[in-house]
């Protein structure tokens, strides 16, 4: 079984553990905590919306003659959510599973097998298919009678198949992979009867980031990851929610060695997600 899989099974494994547990013992209460907070934070949602994407790689000196970054993928593709969250007494647990696809606009360049190695510019399209997994453990702190705290650690992992020109002779398509791991805190308050904010943010690294191509496998640096969000949450009728969310993050790889005459430069995602989701609330 190849490190992603693995990665992928035991995320998969360790949220369906966490919800299982939830679910086993959702009766109980929740101490002094807004009852609108407890009704947001232990849901079943699916959302639908879109994903923005800005990737670059980064030249660093690598070829003169050309410019600062390398080639860019930018736009907006589809996007979906399904995701759990619970909350035992004070013990928070929040497991998301995104799925996004679609095509951005590519800008790079052409190089040459050489001798002499040339670089024409060339702009084309990227068919993208986009998996992540991530799941949030944390406490609940009460910080009044509408705000809750919620320190937590993350855990997740990131999958992008990147097809690049795939209609034309010079296609070729990359597969990225990379766990992260980072602390944050998020802040939820509920101003009024049925509805909830959310805030948040997490700062940690990526590991075990690679990158595949025609069978053969770059190794990139570990970088530092951070995210933010915001989201509002509505119950509209006794168990039912409507939520709209942003979410932000950004993450870089490192320049990896030469492998069969190739590297892949250092570069740079930031992702922004924008969702509408429909919850029932357990």
């Not at 949602?45 to 990737?55: I, K, N, R």
């Not at 409507?242 to 030469?258: I, M, N, P």
Request: hydrophobic share 35%; charged share 15%; proline share 5%.
């Amino acid at each position: 079984m190849s490190l992603s899989s693995r990665a992928i099974s035991l995320t998969i494994m360790l949220a369906a553990t966490l919800m299982s547990t939830v679910q086993a013992d959702m009766t109980r209460k929740n101490p002094g905590i807004n009852p609108d907070i407890v009704k947001a934070s232990n849901q079943l949602a699916v959302g639908a919306g879109m994903l923005e994407q800005d990737y670059r790689e980064f030249n660093d000196g690598l070829v003169p003659s050309l410019p600062a970054i390398l080639d860019s993928e930018s736009g907006r593709i589809t996007s979906l959510r399904f995701s759990y969250t619970g909350m035992i007494r004070q013990l928070y647990v929040q497991a998301n599973l995104n799925y996004s696809t679609g095509d951005t606009d590519y800008v790079g360049y052409l190089q040459s097998s050489g001798p002499p190695v040339t670089y024409t510019p060339f702009n084309t399209t990227t068919d993208n298919q986009i998996v992540d997994i991530l799941v949030r453990v944390g406490y609940a702190f009460r910080a009044g009678a509408s705000v809750v705290l919620i320190p937590y650690g993350e855990m997740g992992n990131y999958m992008w198949e990147r097809d690049v020109g795939p209609s034309t002779p010079y296609g070729i398509t990359e597969d990225y992979f990379h766990m992260n791991f980072s602390l944050g805190a998020k802040a939820l308050y509920s101003p009024i009867d049925r509805l909830v904010l959310e805030l948040g943010g997490g700062y940690g690294t990526t590991f075990f980031s690679t990158m595949t191509v025609d069978g053969y496998d770059y190794e990139l640096g570990d970088k530092p990851y951070m995210s933010a969000y915001v989201s509002l949450d509505y119950r509209f009728v006794t168990n039912w929610h409507l939520k709209w969310s942003a979410d932000y993050r950004k993450w870089e790889y490192g320049q990896s060695d030469v492998v069969a005459g190739y590297l892949e430069p250092h570069s740079r995602t930031e992702q922004t997600q924008y969702l509408m989701s429909v919850g029932y609330n357990f």
